[in-house]
């Protein structure tokens, strides 16, 4: 399974970007399929899941409201549609997918066994 991140870029505060990550390789739609962030020094931060097999969408509380996943199984392509950014959301975006992902492990990046390359989302005016 290969995953293929895109979307990233330079937007001002309050502005929108949609992340895509592209799977191939295999259908996607028994994955669970995760959205994380990682700003330089940190550690790796959940940021939504979309799990098919738990049929659950979580999402971290900083990005509540403001952050969409979606899935369009017939592209094979998973979306973070990123609304009211701010500042504090720069951080290179790594979509990951999970196969037999236990439900409580949903939000940790541990429990993934595929990652895209990354994509980095600058929030600056």
């Known amino acids: 399974v290969q995953l293929q991140a895109s979307g990233g870029g330079l937007v001002q505060p309050g502005g929108s970007l949609r992340l895509s990550c592209a799977v191939s390789g295999r259908t996607f739609n028994g994955y669970s399929m995760a959205w994380f962030r990682q700003d330089s020094g940190k550690e790796r931060e959940f940021v939504a899941v979309?799990?098919?097999?738990?049929?659950?969408?979580w999402y971290a509380d900083s990005v509540k409201g403001r952050f969409t996943i979606s899935r369009d199984n017939a592209k094979n392509t998973v979306y973070l549609q990123m609304n009211s950014l701010r500042p504090e959301d720069t951080a290179v975006y790594y979509c990951a997918a999970g196969e037999r992902t236990i439900m409580s492990t949903l939000t940790r990046h541990t429990a993934y066994g595929y990652w895209g390359q990354g994509t980095l989302v600058t929030v600056s005016s």
């Open positions: 979309d799990s098919r097999r738990h049929g659950v969408t």
